[in-house]
């Protein structure tokens, strides 16, 4: 696969000044909310505490949940595991949203490590919260404003429960161009009915279970191609749970009303890919190019238009009103899938072992994501929301959250990758301190292709905990073979 393209593109570590970075958007015809001069402090816009639910969270800073391929096969966390989640605490973001994309069963696991709930698993989940809390009051002193949720999960077509390198897709529905990509149109099986039932009762008692550990709130996922996600987009679905709107939605309303009435106490929040595109594949010149369905259209995408070349937000919208009636205040904004268009949702100048290179700037992709998610926070602004993609502004991102945040296009800056590198960023800015250089994301993308051909995943170039592990010559000669090929 060729990195051409992606060559094409200036990288934003040799944007050195706030001139530079400004005069780049401006040649690529995009805006961007920017502030030239940072401010630190508790009365910063990134420092100002916000009321969500009866309780204070102390910054606008949240770590979002990442889906681990390090746990224990039973299900249990790994020291690596641990060890990301003590990063979690040390970071000084005030909230944490799921650390963990936890299966709330066996067959809904994304690979054989991920973490999932069960009788053998469950104190070490407990334990995560602890381990992330005490370093919390370590750090940065107080924990009374943190909020710590936890991610439940069910990854539908994308599960590999058993085998790293082996799909085992519970889908919602045949899907024209996904079945063919993934070669999975004589593996998949199309989930009943009954087993949505059976399935939304297992969220329930998950979500349970986490309440009764602690955490602060449970996210029903609903992002990236997962099951909840493509819900969604079950159009062609017959029955109680596809077609309409209402139908499309009813396993997340179920999720809501039952839990709530077994936990009232407990918090509900929902990461939402909340616009979609077609899949890509890689062109003639390695650049990213969309797979159409057969009348040159795609009609899969929630909040797309029908041409797989736009969006149309009114579902969108709808769904964020539909939290703020479900009582639902936190939602954090994602878009599309890291499987099948990832320039959309992580944009990133160097492409995944089974990507693609980038067919635009990934400034690009950052702007629209941050455009999207001003538009849902001004139409459902009851809704307390969380913006993504910020990690490709690399030493920027601070610049761009604050202005973000300060002109009322989000209430919090969302942090993905950038925490595998620089934990401590937030703090870092809340403080008023110079960013460290050497930590900033650059998005290579090993930390996902390591996981795509069955390593753990983590920051290999910039973390010297993984840069030491032997897993990182591996990963080199993984990169060899697939640049030579």
């Known amino acids: 696969m060729s990195d051409s393209t992606a060559k094409n593109y200036p990288r934003v570590a040799k944007l050195r000044t706030a001139e ?12 961007m909310p920017f502030d030239a001069e940072l401010e630190s402090g508790a009365d910063s816009p990134l420092g100002a505490s916000l009321e969500v639910a009866g309780r204070t969270i102390g910054n606008r ?17 790994s020291d690596l595991t641990r ?8 970071s000084g973001a005030k909230l944490i949203w799921g650390g963990e994309a936890v299966a709330v069963q066996h067959e809904g696991r994304a690979n054989p490590n991920q973490v999932w709930m069960n009788d053998d698993s469950a104190q070490g989940i407990a334990d995560l919260r602890t381990l992330l809390v005490d370093t919390h009051a370590e750090q940065c002193g107080s924990t009374d404003d943190l909020l710590v949720g936890l991610q439940l999960t069910h990854s539908g077509r994308f599960a590999r429960p058993n085998d ?77 749970f596809g077609g309409s709107f209402e139908n499309r939605t009813r396993f997340l309303r179920e999720l809501v009303t039952r839990l709530r009435a077994k936990r009232p106490e407990l918090i509900m929040s929902v ?12 062109g003639d010149d390695g650049a990213g190019v969309p797979q159409f369905e057969g009348d040159g259209k795609y009609h899969h995408a929630f909040g797309g238009d029908g041409t797989g070349l736009d969006v149309n937000l009114a579902e969108p919208i709808a769904f964020l009103k539909l939290l703020e009636e479900l009582d639902v205040p936190l939602v954090c904004i994602s878009v599309g899938s890291p499987y099948y268009n990832p320039h959309y949702q992580r944009p990133a100048l160097f492409p995944p072992s089974d990507g693609y290179s980038p067919p635009e700037d990934p400034l690009v992709g950052v702007a629209r994501q941050i455009a999207i998610t001003a538009k849902l926070k001004a139409a459902s602004p009851k809704s307390v929301v969380v913006g993504s993609g910020y990690t490709y502004l690399q ?31 937030p703090a870092d800015v809340l403080a008023g301190k110079p960013l460290a ?11 996902t292709t390591a996981p795509r051909n069955g390593l753990v995943s983590g920051c290999y170039p910039l973390d010297p905990h993984y840069k030491a592990m032997p897993e990182y010559k591996q990963l080199v000669e993984i990169k060899g073979e697939i640049k030579k090929g």
Not at 25 to 30: F, H, K, Q
Not at 276 to 282: G, H
Not at 411 to 425: N, Q
């Open 164 to 240: 790293k390198k082996r799909l085992e897709p519970q889908v919602l529905y045949r899907h024209p161009v996904l079945d063919k990509k993934f070669g999975m149109e004589n593996t998949l099986h199309v989930m009943t009915d009954e087993e949505i039932e059976t399935l939304i009762e297992r969220f329930v008692e998950v979500g349970v279970i986490a309440a009764d550990m602690g955490y602060d709130f449970v996210d029903l996922k609903h992002c990236h191609g997962y099951l909840g996600h493509e819900f969604l987009s079950a159009f062609d679905r017959p029955g109680p």
């Open 271 to 282: 990461r939402v890919s909340a616009v979609d595109w077609p899949p890509f594949k890689p």
């Open 20 to 31: 530079d970075f400004q005069a780049h958007l401006t040649s690529l015809g995009v805006e």
């Open 395 to 425: 030493q920027w991102l601070p610049n761009v959250g604050q202005a973000a945040v300060r002109e009322g296009k989000t209430d919090f800056v969302g942090l993905g990758r950038m925490v595998l590198s620089y934990p401590d960023m």
């Open 61 to 77: 800073f949240c770590i979002l949940p990442m889906e681990g391929w390090d746990g224990e096969l039973d299900g249990s966390p």
């Open 437 to 447: 250089n050497k930590k900033i994301c650059r998005t290579f993308s090993d930390c």
């Open 83 to 90: 060890r990301r989640w003590r990063n979690f605490g040390l």
